[in-house]
Nanobody, 121 residues
Framework: QVQLVESGGGLVQAGGSLRLSCAASGSIFRINIMGWYRQAPGKQRELVARIFNVGSTNYADAVKGRFTISRDNAKNTVYLQMNSLKPEDTAVYYC???????????????WGQGTSVTVSS
């Protein structure tokens, strides 16, 4: 069982920056993925960025060059640095955690409660 605690959302003007944080606790296995999804009103939830335990990353095309995902394995925390924010980035951002239990060889998914990001024009 894993718990995720998110922080860092808020209201910012276009061109500004925010940093989201998500700390995982509980039964953490080494092989895992942490990431961020977002969901705007009336739209499907979409992947923003993800990072593997070894440090490999993936980004949605819409945020490449503006957002940076990173992690601190000692703290079991993932960050999303969001720069040059645009109104279209407005959404609820959800932390995502997926891991492989190497005892049972089963995978588990966990979601944070969501943190709201609003970018004004």
């Amino acid at each position: 069982q894993v718990q995720l605690v998110e922080s860092g959302g808020g209201l910012v003007q276009a061109g500004g920056s925010l940093r989201l944080s998500c700390a995982a606790s509980g039964s953490i296995f080494r092989i895992n993925i942490m990431g961020w999804y977002r969901q705007a009103p009336g739209k499907q939830r979409e992947l923003v960025a993800r990072i593997f335990n070894v440090g490999s990353t993936n980004y949605a095309d819409a945020v490449k060059g503006r957002f940076t995902i990173s992690r601190d394995n000692a703290k079991n925390t993932v960050y999303l640095q969001m720069n040059s924010l645009k109104p279209e980035d407005t959404a609820v951002y959800y932390c995502y955690f997926h891991q492989l239990d190497t005892g049972t060889w089963s995978g588990s998914d966990y979601w944070g409660q969501g943190t709201s990001v609003t970018v004004s024009s």
